[in-house]
């Protein structure tokens, strides 16, 4: 069964730095882009991050690009995302979910059940 | 920008068949596009439906489909229950490693 646990969310202040990270279980995890989706309060999903297999490939939305990066340990079957020079709009659950293929298309198949960040003073 | 569209809300009957899409605002979706499709209730974590337009994931009924209808995307669930009531996204793929949600459509059986 696969699994996915979320941790390290929690307030922090504006201009402030965060890392999330993801441990995955029960599949092969280096086979598997990993995304990251959050989701502000009383607002929809946005894909915010994805990460190949390997590590070499990362992408980003334009919202969070040059701010958040996705990082993976394959050895220790776990995605991580670092979160820098955080704003008001960055409050969100964040959700780490597993693609359906090493490539970072085509959607994801399990969900973790997210971790809260709040951004405020 | 290219935005994905979906309808805000919509209702269904009890046993009724209800399509929902998925499209974008500049273009026609397509298989390259991997359409997928996921709900969500209040306070839950998402749950996967669909993916590569009509994979449905593990353990999902089948009476949810997806399909390209002209130029959308579209989910189909036919023998609507109640606790189908729940909000549903889909996600494109727009290429260079990167999707995008729809604003996601609330659907209502009653």
């Known amino acids: 069964e696969v699994q996915l646990l979320e941790s390290g969310g929690g307030l922090v202040q504006p201009g402030g730095s965060l890392r999330l990270s993801c441990a995955a279980s029960g599949f092969t995890f280096n086979n598997y882009a990993m995304i990251w989706v959050r989701q502000a309060p009383g607002k929809g999903l946005e894909w915010v991050s994805g990460i190949t297999g390997s590590g070499g490939g990362t992408y980003y939305a334009d919202s969070v690009k040059g701010r958040l990066t996705t990082s993976r340990d394959n050895s220790k079957d776990t995605v991580f995302l670092q979160m820098n020079s955080l704003r008001a709009e960055d409050t969100a659950v964040y959700y780490c979910a597993k693609g359906i293929r090493d490539a970072s298309k085509g959607g994801v198949d399990s969900w973790g059940q997210g971790t809260l960040v709040t951004v405020s003073s | 920008q290219t935005v994905v569209t979906q309808e805000p809300s919509f209702s269904v009957s009890p046993g009724g068949t209800v399509t929902l899409t998925c499209g974008l605002s500049s273009g026609s979706v397509s298989t390259t596009s991997y359409p997928s499709w996921y709900q969500q209730t209040p306070g839950q974590a998402p749950r996967t439906l669909i993916y590569?337009?009509?994979t449905r994931s593990s353990g999902v009924p089948d009476r949810f489909s997806g399909s390209i209808l002209g130029n959308k995307a579209a989910l189909t669930i036919t023998g609507a229950q109640a606790d189908d009531e729940s909000d549903y996204y889909c996600?494109?793929?727009?290429?260079?490693?990167?999707?995008?949600f729809g604003g996601g459509t609330r659907l209502t059986v009653l």
């Open positions: 996600v494109l793929y727009m290429g260079n490693g990167i999707s995008v």
């Open positions: 590569s337009t009509n």
